[in-house]
């Protein structure tokens, strides 16, 4: 903070008229360089100290602020060239190191023959116009903007960001219109460089309103041909320098400083005009509605009945392509698996969690007309999953789902039928200076020519809430990204969910709790044989042969721990996975399945072609000894014929270039997806042809990334 004093110090004397500080420091132009480079220095540290992200966020927003101050140094320098090589009054005599000397240093022997001096209080209230409006546009009125153009995408209110918005603003005016008065002191200078202010405003108002391509106020971020970066540099080179040319050859130079003036005047006036509607915008929704999440409580994860259990194991990611390798390197296994069937060729209908996760466990189908948190809250409530859950009711289960996010799972939709459902209240706990931050690069990703949007892109609105902190309870907790999975994992330990092999299997092993009384439908999602691969203690990354491992030593304890307590017979236990590896050919999940007092002397191995998501829920019923029917377009995997030919799909999502993109259901912008391709085979999903069994291309409503 030291670095500040200068700055508390002149413009204080400045305002009080006391500026012999100010005139020391124009009469010694070596006085003067280091008088500026100071100031570059504490606007550098400003930005860095107050406007960086913690962690990784770091490094990304300081690199776009440091490029954002080279353009300011850059265009200061810009502006010395000009002055430099175009005044007319300069001596004929000098060399290319006399002016360098110049540019350097603000100053020279023979600087006051050279231009013809404005005191320093003229040159500083010349400026502030054109500053002023600039500052505004981007620091201020942009991030409004932003802000009340995507409301229901912030979990903060406009006033966590409005102070800092204004100090910076006006810090900024001070030291840019400071920094420049320094910079130059000739009359012709200082034309110059409003003149460029001006055409800088223009050059960015303009980008904005007609040069972008899509919206960029949500974000989106087009991919341009070097062509059209090259067009896009091209115009801004115009506007910036055919002022200077206008300046140097009219008859009367003043008119073309009164026109970047009255430039700067006219814009700034036309964005003052909107803001008072900005500010009166209802504010209904993200930002003053009080903040609660669906979460899933871990507090009974340990738990099973004394009674009877349904206990059904999805280990992520987990195909049966791992396993049959397992198999054959530990034939130990068979034996260990003993009472187990083994259903060797069972298809998923999609990859990633968000699309089958909540489809396994109720029996629907993904509906992608509608956003798919809404798909996915509808499959709890229809008809296949309304039938069974009343079923399971009817036989005395109570239902409990562990997984990292209720989001994902199903949210709303599992009101009344997933036990350890609950609704946190969260305090939103803002990080002001952070949040501004982010704003603001989504403010100049808008209005910076095309190749220099990059370092301000954010991927999603996800990236700017990360500024703020939830406090529940004495706890206080970091907002996620909605698809940073290692960090919704972690956050879901929280609330007491084990969501990691490694977690996990450090807890079983403090031991399984009898409860008398009602059953148990345990559904308990795992990391699996997700990538990466953690160690058993999660310090460290292991292949995935050693994760497969420790799946299967997580399953053998808890069989271990139900036999001590003397209820194995009385658990039924599935081991699955949500979907298979994320590639058609090995896109089958594995399915082990031990019936209720099911024994036998070795893994048994079946062929009938099932499908997970349709067929999981009817082979539940058929082993609690209910009728597998009444769950519509799925089959008991029990009755499954090996030999029948049955048609079955798989879908795999995809970006084309010849389809619109799909919006992000978790944030603003494009997902990574906009359409899936269909399959639809008989045999095995490694005997499928790309070609003859593609049924079609269709679009997506939304994705979560």
Same mark, same amino acid.
């Given at each position: 903070?030291?670095?500040?004093?200068?700055?508390?110090?002149?413009?204080?004397?400045?305002?009080?008229?006391?500026?012999?500080?100010?005139?020391?420091?124009?009469?010694?132009?070596?006085?003067?360089?280091?008088?500026?480079?100071?100031?570059?220095?504490?606007?550098?540290?400003? %930005?860095?100290?107050?406007?960086?992200?913690?962690?990784?966020?770091? #490094?990304?927003?300081?690199?776009?602020?440091?490029?954002?101050?080279?353009?300011?140094?850059?265009?200061?320098?810009?502006?010395?060239?000009?002055?430099?090589? /175009?005044?007319?009054?300069?001596?004929?005599?000098?060399?290319?190191?006399?002016?360098?000397?110049?540019?350097?240093?603000?100053?020279?022997?023979?600087?006051?023959?050279?231009?013809?001096?404005?005191?320093?209080?003229?040159?500083?209230?010349?400026?502030?116009?054109?500053?002023?409006?600039?500052?505004? *546009?981007?620091?201020?009125?942009?991030?409004?903007?932003?802000?009340?153009?995507?409301?229901?995408?912030?979990?903060?209110?406009?006033?966590?960001?409005?102070?800092?918005?204004?100090?910076?603003?006006?810090?900024?005016?001070?030291?840019?219109?400071?920094?420049?008065?320094?910079?130059?002191?000739?009359?012709?200078?200082?034309?110059?460089?409003?003149?460029?202010? $001006?055409?800088?405003?223009?050059? %960015?108002?303009?980008?904005?309103?007609?040069?972008?391509?899509?919206?960029?106020?949500?974000?989106?971020?087009?991919?341009?041909?070097?062509?059209?970066?090259?067009?896009?540099?091209?115009?801004?080179?115009?506007?910036?320098?055919?002022?200077?040319?206008?300046?140097?050859?009219?008859?009367?130079?003043?008119?073309?400083?009164?026109?970047?003036?009255?430039?700067?005047?006219?814009? =700034?006036?036309?964005?003052?005009?909107?803001?008072?509607?900005? =500010?009166?915008?209802?504010?209904?929704?993200?930002?003053?509605?009080?903040?609660?999440?669906?979460?899933?409580?871990?507090?009974?994860?340990?738990?099973?009945?004394?009674?009877?259990?349904?206990?059904?194991?999805?280990?992520?990611?987990?195909?049966?392509?791992?396993? &049959?390798?397992?198999?054959?390197?530990?034939?130990?296994?068979?034996?260990?698996?003993?009472?187990?069937?083994?259903?060797?060729?069972?298809?998923?209908?999609?990859?990633?969690?968000?699309? $089958?996760?909540?489809?396994?466990?109720?029996?629907?189908?993904?509906?992608?007309?509608?956003?798919?948190?809404?798909?996915?809250?509808?499959?709890?409530?229809?008809?296949? $999953?309304?039938?069974?859950?009343?079923?399971?009711?009817?036989?005395?289960?109570? #239902?409990?789902?562990? #997984? &990292?996010?209720?989001?994902?799972?199903?949210?709303?939709? *599992?009101?009344?039928?997933? $036990?350890?459902?609950?609704?946190?209240?969260?305090?939103?706990?803002?990080?002001?200076?952070?949040?501004?931050?982010?704003?603001?690069?989504?403010?100049?990703?808008?209005?910076?020519?095309?190749? %220099?949007? !990059?370092?301000?892109?954010?991927? !999603?609105?996800?990236?700017?809430?990360? /500024? /703020?902190?939830?406090?529940?309870? &004495?706890?206080?907790?970091?907002?996620?990204?909605?698809?940073?999975?290692?960090?919704?994992? #972690?956050?879901?330990?929280?609330?007491?969910?084990?969501?990691?092999?490694?977690?996990?299997?450090?807890?079983?092993?403090?031991?399984?709790?009898?409860?008398?009384?009602?059953?148990?439908?345990?559904?308990?999602?795992?990391?699996?044989?997700?990538?990466?691969?953690?160690?058993?203690?999660?310090?460290?990354?292991?292949?995935?042969?050693?994760?497969?491992?420790?799946? %299967?030593?997580?399953?053998?304890?808890?069989?271990?721990?139900?036999?001590?307590?003397?209820?194995?017979?009385?658990?039924?236990?599935?081991?699955?996975?949500?979907?298979?590896?994320?590639?058609?050919?090995?896109?089958?999940?594995?399915?082990?399945?031990?019936?209720?007092?099911?024994?036998?002397?070795?893994?048994?191995?079946?062929?009938?072609?099932?499908?997970?998501?349709? !067929?999981?829920?009817?082979?539940?019923? !058929?082993?609690?000894?209910?009728?597998?029917?009444?769950?519509?377009?799925?089959?008991?995997?029990?009755?499954?014929?090996?030999?029948?030919?049955?048609?079955?799909?798989?879908?795999?999502?995809?970006?084309?270039?010849?389809?619109?993109?799909?919006?992000?259901?978790?944030?603003?912008?494009?997902?990574?997806?906009?359409?899936?391709?269909?399959?639809?085979?008989?045999?095995?999903?490694?005997?499928?042809?790309?070609?003859?069994?593609?049924?079609?291309?269709?679009?997506?409503?939304?994705?979560?990334?």
């Amino acid at each position: 903070m030291i670095l500040f004093l200068p700055v508390l110090i002149v413009i204080p004397l400045m305002i009080l008229r006391k500026d012999k500080l100010l005139k020391t420091v124009e009469r010694k132009s070596l006085l003067r360089f280091v008088f500026l480079i100071l100031l570059l220095c504490i606007l550098v540290y400003f %930005m860095r100290y107050f406007l960086q992200a913690e962690g990784a966020e770091c #490094t990304d927003l300081l690199r776009g602020w440091l490029i954002l101050l080279a353009v300011l140094e850059l265009i200061l320098l810009f502006s010395f060239l000009i002055f430099c090589f /175009c005044s007319e009054k300069q001596q004929r005599g000098w060399n290319v190191a006399g002016r360098l000397w110049i540019l350097l240093s603000s100053g020279s022997p023979k600087e006051k023959q050279a231009v013809e001096k404005l005191p320093f209080r003229r040159r500083f209230f010349s400026h502030l116009l054109p500053v002023s409006a600039l500052v505004y *546009m981007v620091f201020f009125f942009a991030v409004t903007e932003v802000y009340f153009a995507n409301l229901n995408e912030w979990i903060f209110t406009y006033e966590s960001i409005l102070p800092v918005a204004i100090l910076l603003a006006v810090l900024l005016v001070f030291a840019l219109c400071l920094l420049l008065s320094l910079a130059l002191r000739g009359k012709e200078g200082t034309n110059r460089l409003i003149v460029l202010e $001006s055409s800088v405003l223009a050059a %960015m108002y303009l980008q904005n309103l007609l040069l972008n391509d899509g919206n960029f106020i949500i974000g989106t971020r087009p991919v341009h041909s070097w062509i059209a970066n090259g067009i896009n540099l091209l115009v801004w080179l115009l506007l910036l320098t055919v002022p200077q040319l206008l300046l140097k050859y009219a008859k009367d130079p003043g008119k073309i400083v009164m026109g970047g003036l009255l430039l700067s005047g006219l814009l =700034l006036a036309m964005q003052l005009v909107p803001l008072p509607m900005l =500010l009166l915008t209802k504010r209904e929704g993200g930002a003053y509605r009080p903040y609660s999440e669906k979460r899933l409580s871990g507090e009974e994860q340990y738990v099973v009945s004394g009674n009877r259990n349904v206990v059904v194991f999805i280990l992520d990611a987990y195909y049966n392509g791992f396993f &049959d390798e397992y198999l054959a390197e530990n034939e130990e296994i068979k034996e260990k698996l003993s009472d187990f069937t083994y259903y060797d060729n069972v298809s998923t209908k999609a990859f990633y969690t968000a699309f $089958s996760l909540p489809y396994l466990m109720t029996a629907a189908d993904v509906d992608f007309s509608v956003s798919l948190p809404e798909s996915n809250t509808e499959a709890w409530q229809g008809e296949n $999953s309304e039938r069974f859950y009343s079923a399971m009711q009817d036989l005395g289960y109570k #239902t409990f789902l562990y #997984t &990292d996010s209720a989001e994902y799972a199903g949210g709303e939709g *599992m009101n009344g039928i997933v $036990s350890n459902l609950t609704e946190v209240q969260l305090e939103v706990v803002p990080r002001p200076f952070f949040l501004y931050g982010k704003m603001l690069s989504l403010s100049l990703y808008r209005y910076l020519p095309y190749f %220099m949007k !990059d370092p301000f892109f954010l991927y !999603d609105s996800s990236d700017v809430n990360l /500024c /703020c902190r939830y406090r529940h309870g &004495d706890q206080m907790i970091d907002a996620v990204r909605s698809d940073a999975s290692y960090d919704i994992a #972690t956050q879901a330990a929280l609330y007491g969910v084990d969501f990691f092999n490694y977690d996990y299997y450090g807890s079983l092993k403090q031991g399984l709790t009898v409860v008398d009384g009602e059953n148990r439908l345990i559904w308990q999602h795992l990391w699996g044989m997700h990538n990466p691969y953690y160690s058993r203690e999660g310090n460290s990354m292991v292949s995935d042969d050693e994760e497969q491992l420790i799946c %299967m030593e997580i399953v053998e304890g808890y069989m271990d721990q139900l036999k001590k307590m003397g209820i194995y017979d009385d658990t039924c236990i599935i081991i699955t996975a949500d979907h298979g590896n994320r590639a058609v050919r090995e896109s089958d999940p594995v399915v082990l399945i031990k019936g209720f007092h099911e024994h036998g002397d070795s893994l048994k191995i079946n062929h009938a072609p099932g499908c997970l998501q349709s !067929d999981l829920l009817p082979t539940i019923l !058929d082993l609690l000894g209910e009728d597998p029917e009444q769950i519509k377009g799925g089959t008991s995997l029990l009755r499954l014929d090996e030999n029948e030919e049955r048609s079955r799909e798989i879908r795999v999502f995809m970006l084309r270039q010849d389809m619109p993109s799909r919006p992000k259901c978790g944030g603003f912008g494009a997902s990574i997806y906009n359409c899936y391709e269909e399959y639809r085979f008989t045999g095995r999903t490694k005997d499928y042809d790309e070609e003859k069994d593609l049924v079609g291309i269709y679009p997506i409503y939304d994705y979560w990334w």
